[in-house]
Each structure stands twice: as C-alpha cells, then as structure tokens.
C-alpha cells in the first residue's frame, strides 16, 4: 500500500496554493480556436461525418460539461469531508488540519468552476444545458452508506489524477487557459487523492466484510446512477451542438453521436475510475475479494 501522512499532505497543500482570482479573468480568455479537452476523453474523432471545425466545437462542449461535473461532484464531497473531520476534532492535529483544507478547497474549486462558467457562456455564444441541479444529485449521493460515498470520492479523485497525468499534461494542442485550469485543479486533488486513501482505510478498519461488501454494492448503484445522468448529458450535448453549428444532425448522425458520445462519458467518469491502479490497490487492500468485481464492471465503462 501507498503511505501517506496528514502531516505531508498538509505541507504539501500549503505549498501549492493558489487563488481563483489569479487563474480566470481579465486577460485570461479562453481560446475558441483550439481543443479543451484531449481526444482520450473527449472521442469526437469517430465522430468523422463532422468537419474539423465542428469536431472542435463539440470538443468545448465536452470541456464545459467537464469542469461543471467536477463542480457537482465536489458539492458532495464538500459536506462530506467536513462530517468526516468533525468525527475526531481532538484526535490527530494534523488529520484535522488537512481534511479541513481539503473541504477548504473543495469549495474553492466549486467557485472556479462557476467562474469558468460564466466565462464560458458569455464567449461560447449559446447556453449548454447540463445534468443537475447539483442539490438534489448531492442528495441522492449522500443517502448512501458513508462508505459507499467514501470509495466513490476515491474514485473521482484518482481519476482526476488519471486524466491530467495520462493525456492533459503532454497535449500541447489544448486551449493555454483550459489547460491552466485543469492544471491547477489537479494540483491540489494530487493531496485529495491521498487523503481520500486515508479515509477510506480509516473508515474500514470499524467495518465487517459484510457491511464492506454491502457498500461496496453501492458504490457501484451509484455509478449506475450517474450513468444514467450522463446518458442525459449527450442529449444535452447533442442539442448545444446543433444550435451552435446551426447543423441537424440526420438520424443516422444522431444515432452514432449519442453510441460515441456515450460511452466516452462512461470512461471519462466511470471507467477510468474504476480502472485506476490506486483504487483498485485500496478496495484489495481493505476488501481483497471485491475488486475482481469491480474490475468486471468496469468493463462495460471502457
């Protein structure tokens, strides 16, 4: 197993601080001439009855729908990770410290990710509807065994990791600005990831097998629920698409954008999750007969 410290965790976090007021604004605009997001997430590629241009242009909607989802996501892991903190306020000093940045700059992330909104919807041209509201997603999430939800935040955060390491980084085609947001996020999800490991095993440790295995199925309910949302979130892309490029797509276009579009947003937030190294090292580690289950699910997400 991977060892890290609260102690660590929280130098670490103090270092990389930044403010939203220095990443977005003023000079800082997004370039509607290139590519938000790389092709390993956004698959408009196969899509190759669209042009260039139009590729593009879904390839920013992908990237507005990007940084909104994370912004949902951390709407639940907000309180979350504030509850968790509250659990032990006289134990471990440090613990305490660090999970409340983390809550911390969770909200802070939700801030940008608001402003990046707005700058995207004012430059873009033409509103993208997305899945939500955020409250009631939240909601539904945190009616789940508190375990569930941890491993569900394991999930997101090293599949943060995933994505900027593995494809965001290197791409120098993507737009500066987008790039720099992503950057930054990933900078301090890099310390969420860790402390999010912490958790769970902290959590596990006061649990049987059996209310392991319980949570460990409503993990993976949860996925289907967000499947579900992301299958909401073609039709909504497909829709942005179409009054963006003032282009109808014909029933076979249709057909073959929602099959693609789909299943690159089952592997962007569900498979490539599921898949990553480092949960999979934790769920062996606290539960070693549940992850040949999770990887088999995660099959149908990649």
């Given at each position: 197993?991977?060892?890290?410290?609260?102690?660590?965790?929280?130098?670490?976090?103090?270092?990389?601080?930044?403010?939203?007021?220095?990443?977005?604004?003023?000079?800082?605009?997004?370039?509607?001439?290139?590519?938000?997001?790389?092709?390993?997430?956004?698959?408009?590629?196969?899509?190759?009855?669209?042009s260039?241009?139009?590729?593009?242009?879904?390839?920013?909607?992908?990237?507005?729908?990007?940084?909104?989802?994370?912004?949902?996501?951390?709407?639940?892991?907000?309180?979350?990770?504030?509850?968790?903190?509250?659990?032990?306020?006289?134990?471990?000093?440090?613990?305490?410290?660090?999970?409340?940045?983390?809550?911390?700059?969770?909200?802070?992330?939700?801030?940008?990710?608001?402003?990046?909104?707005?700058?995207?919807?004012?430059?873009?041209?033409?509103?993208c509807?997305?899945?939500?509201?955020?409250?009631?997603?939240?909601?539904?999430?945190?009616?789940?065994?508190?375990?569930?939800?941890?491993?569900?935040?394991?999930?997101?955060?090293?599949?943060?990791?995933?994505?900027?390491?593995?494809?965001?980084?290197?791409?120098?085609?993507l737009?500066?600005?987008?790039?720099?947001?992503?950057?930054?996020?990933w900078?301090?999800?890099?310390?969420?990831?860790?402390?999010?490991?912490?958790?769970?095993?902290?959590?596990?440790?006061?649990?049987?097998?059996?209310e392991?295995?319980?949570?460990?199925?409503?993990?993976?309910?949860i996925?289907?629920?967000?499947?579900?949302?992301?299958r909401?979130?073609?039709?909504?892309?497909?829709?942005?698409?179409?009054?963006?490029?003032?282009?109808?797509?014909?029933?076979?276009?249709?057909?073959?954008?929602?099959?693609?579009?789909?299943?690159?947003?089952?592997?962007?937030?569900?498979?490539?999750?599921?898949?990553?190294?480092?949960?999979?090292?934790?769920?062996?580690?606290?539960?070693?007969?549940?992850?040949?289950?999770?990887?088999?699910?995660?099959?149908?997400?990649?």
């Amino acid at each position: 197993m991977q060892q890290y410290s609260y102690r660590d965790v929280l130098a670490a976090s103090e270092r990389i601080s930044w403010r939203v007021e220095d990443l977005i604004g003023g000079e800082r605009q997004l370039d509607f001439a290139r590519p938000f997001l790389p092709e390993a997430l956004a698959r408009v590629a196969p899509l190759d009855f669209l042009s260039a241009d139009e590729q593009r242009t879904l390839n920013q909607i992908r990237g507005h729908g990007y940084l909104y989802t994370f912004g949902l996501v951390e709407e639940f892991i907000l309180p979350f990770v504030m509850d968790h903190a509250r659990e032990d306020l006289d134990g471990d000093d440090y613990r305490t410290q660090a999970l409340l940045r983390f809550a911390a700059e969770e909200a802070k992330h939700i801030h940008l990710f608001r402003e990046f909104r707005s700058a995207f919807r004012r430059d873009f041209g033409h509103d993208c509807q997305v899945i939500g509201p955020p409250e009631a997603i939240a909601e539904h999430v945190l009616s789940h065994r508190p375990f569930a939800v941890a491993l569900l935040i394991l999930h997101i955060e090293w599949m943060t990791q995933g994505h900027y390491v593995e494809s965001v980084r290197d791409d120098r085609n993507l737009d500066p600005q987008f790039k720099s947001l992503l950057k930054h996020h990933w900078m301090e999800e890099t310390q969420h990831a860790k402390l999010d490991t912490l958790m769970v095993e902290r959590m596990a440790a006061d649990l049987t097998a059996q209310e392991i295995a319980a949570a460990v199925d409503e993990y993976m309910a949860i996925g289907g629920f967000f499947d579900e949302g992301l299958r909401a979130q073609v039709d909504f892309d497909r829709d942005a698409f179409e009054r963006a490029t003032g282009r109808t797509l014909n029933a076979a276009e249709a057909e073959r954008f929602v099959a693609v579009q789909h299943q690159a947003q089952r592997w962007t937030y569900i498979g490539s999750g599921m898949t990553h190294a480092n949960v999979l090292r934790t769920l062996e580690h606290v539960a070693p007969a549940l992850r040949p289950r999770v990887e088999d699910a995660a099959q149908a997400f990649c």
